[in-house]
């Protein structure tokens, strides 16, 4: 696992240049994962994010998406969708209608 916040974006950007490239398998190797949450919260402060910005989770992954293409934050959606299945009743509903937003495109 690893845990450098610019090595996964790097590693992100790649993945463009790779068809067939899974970022889902990308994130787990970073063990980003429901049910690690001290990793995902390790990687956010590494991105300069401090606890305050995480209250408005939306916007924090609405701006950490925002340079993406359409393609990649589609398959992002996918991945968390893949990841979160079978636990749809304790995601809040506004974190469900954006990722079903990210799979439109």
Known sequence: MYGDFEEL???AQELKQRPGAGLGDLLREYGISPENEAQVRQLLAQAGFVEEDLANARSLVE???????RTTRQ???????QMTAGRED???PEVK???EQMQRG
């Open 90 to 92: 304790k995601i809040p």
């Open 97 to 99: 209608e954006f990722l």
């Open 9 to 11: 974006r790097r590693r």
């Open 75 to 81: 398959q992002l959606a996918e991945v968390f969708a």
């Open 63 to 69: 701006e950490m998406v925002a340079g993406l293409d």
